[in-house]
């Protein structure tokens, strides 16, 4: 078996535009402008964990709706397959998907 190649490409090819309906069917986690992981549900609504200053865990639950325009990264089963690189531009597929690297 060979091994997976953790680099990418330093210039990502696109293929198709990736739709709000293709982010619920296709996505494990998306990761937003702010830095934020959300966890997709597979219906529509995305959640969030989070730990505030005093060192609670909180999550925030919303829609697909509220943060489609924020999102920057799709990533399913550890390969990214959507991204955008701007929050005006659209969120397309990528024609070469990577391997997401895990911070140790």
Request: charge should be positive; proline fraction near 2%.
């Amino acid at each position: 078996m060979g091994k997976v190649v953790h680099k990418r490409k330093s210039k990502l090819q696109y293929r198709g535009e990736c739709s709000q309906l293709d982010v619920i069917h296709k996505a494990r986690t998306v990761r937003t402008f702010d830095n934020r992981i959300w966890s997709n549900h597979g219906d529509g609504h995305f959640v969030c964990i989070t730990e505030d200053q005093n060192g609670y865990l909180q999550s925030e639950v919303v829609s697909l709706a509220k943060i489609y325009r924020n999102i920057q990264t799709v990533v399913s089963k550890n390969y990214v397959i959507a991204r955008r690189k701007h929050p005006n531009w659209t969120l397309r597929f990528l024609v070469n998907p990577y391997v997401l690297k895990h911070k140790k």
